[in-house]
């Protein structure tokens, strides 16, 4: 177990008890600090808390009172719990620093680091990467927004693995410190505004993940994206571009025919089996960190040959009476689901709706081109049966349940058609998370009779 070290304050609050709150709090309980820890909805006799009482942590639950912040000189704050909230006003004023557990990383491990964010892609990007590693024998954890808790996978690294940590804009608006050896920014568009307000914070928060980084350390970014390359111009790392449009010959890039880091080919397009034009953007992102981090390029080639998606994005679930059945439930914004809806050239029908956060979906009406009917449920449903109507959808139906939707597909459609779950929203409004939505999806496709 490595040992938090240097770390420069002593009595924190660990704000938000779900997983990372949870393991924040344990992880310094055990390295000796004086840990508070606050949760709003967690239930007294709730195992979790029990055994965080007994470790020694003071746990308050059922409010925010302001008296937890006396004698606090830090608060780590659950990425979801927005800044609005009084304990954390309070905290601003009384010029307490907020952090994320990720910042806990850096106290961690001097092991290598590679972080990958932006807007979209970052859990396919980041799984590559992974996978690569693997296969090139080179020892590695993933961890972060991908589902495992950073800082607690952080100190149980090895000495010679390197930690692989998919990081969200919530989680980098709370670091300090951290500085990842290899940094990777896919892309950015206006997400997420109901958390960060206006854009120019979004950016802001997401560029925190090279804000530490130096001239040894690498910044694979996309050099198509112009936001993402004018924020970049500001690090002090070693910039390593890609692109789908132009050649890089210090970068990652592509043709009709290969794939290529520098001046190497890698693969030959036809030869990858992951869907989607989309998905080459997070290829070659993947490829490059992988790559700097010591992979081989046998071992990125076979990883792209055979590495076919991730669970909940653009995953395929089964071809039942020649009908193709894809779950990307993590498509939880309009961007998403319009790079899902442009990995299909045949018709389609699109399941789509989920929590109304105020938007619009006008930015989808250019890609329901291919589709031919939708199904539309949650508090989007009348917004997107109107975004469907105006592209000229031919069948629009609303229905209640997941079980519903896939069903109605079905019988709408014919051989050789695309069933594909891609809300284009989040799932809080009917589901706990997107991965339960995927997962009833699925399973609704499996008893399909």
């Known amino acids: 177990m490595n040992k938090i070290q240097h770390f420069p304050y002593d009595t924190p609050l660990v704000l938000g008890l779900a997983k990372s709150g949870t393991a924040a709090c344990e992880l310094l309980i055990e390295n000796g600090f004086d840990v508070k820890a606050n949760d709003l909805k967690a239930k007294v006799d709730d195992p979790s808390i029990v055994k965080l009482q007994r470790l020694g942590v003071e746990v308050v639950t059922g409010g925010h009172p302001l008296s937890l912040l006396d004698n606090v000189d830090v608060i780590i704050k659950n990425p979801g719990i927005n800044y609005e909230n009084t304990l954390i006003q309070e905290a601003i004023k009384r010029d307490i620093p907020i952090l994320t557990e990720i910042e806990l990383i850096h106290y961690l491990t001097n092991n290598p680091v590679i972080g990958i964010t932006g807007s979209n892609g970052k859990t396919t990007t980041t799984t590559l990467v992974h996978q690569m590693l693997i296969e090139s024998n080179k020892a590695t954890q993933v961890a972060g927004n991908i589902g495992k808790v950073a800082s607690e996978t952080a100190s149980k690294l090895k000495t010679d693995e390197t930690l692989v940590v998919e990081l ?21 568009f206006q997400a997420h505004l109901d958390y960060h307000h206006t854009f120019e914070n979004y950016k802001n928060a997401k560029a925190n993940i090279f804000k530490n980084q130096q001239e040894n350390d690498y910044l694979v970014y996309n050099a198509d994206d112009p936001v993402v390359s004018d924020l970049v111009a500001y690090s002090n790392a070693t910039k390593i571009p890609f692109s ?13 025919k290969n794939i290529y880091f520098k001046k190497d080919p890698i693969v030959a397009r036809e030869d990858i089996a992951l869907v989607g034009n989309h998905n080459i953007e997070n290829i070659l992102a993947a490829s490059s960190a992988a790559l700097l981090a010591g992979a081989t390029f046998d071992g990125v080639r076979h990883v792209l040959t055979t590495f076919t998606g991730v669970k909940h994005r653009l995953q395929y679930v089964r071809t039942f009476q020649e009908r193709l059945f894809y ?5 939880t914004n309009i961007l998403a689901t319009s790079k899902a809806l442009s990995a299909f050239d045949r018709p389609v029908i699109l399941l789509a709706g989920g929590l109304d956060r105020g938007n619009d979906f006008d930015d989808l009406i250019p890609y329901l081109q291919h589709v031919k009917a939708m199904v539309v449920f949650g508090e989007t449903a009348n917004k997107l049966n109107i975004t469907g109507k105006t592209a000229g959808v031919a069948s629009i139906l609303h229905v209640e349940t997941m079980k519903q939707a896939v069903e109605e597909a079905y019988r709408m459609s014919n051989e050789n058609d695309v069933i594909l779950l891609s809300p284009a929203c989040a799932s809080w409004d009917q589901y706990r998370t997107f991965e339960e939505r995927g997962d009833m999806f699925t399973e609704a496709v499996h008893t399909l009779k």
Do not use: Y
């Not at 779950?327 to 498509?331: E, L, R, T």
């Open 168 to 188: 969200s804009s919530f989680q980098l608006m709370g670091i300090q410190q951290f500085r990842p050896k290899i940094s990777v920014f896919l892309n950015l």
């Open 244 to 256: 789908t449009q132009v050649n890089l010959p210090n970068g990652a890039w592509c043709d009709d």
């Open 327 to 331: 779950n990307d439930s993590k498509a």
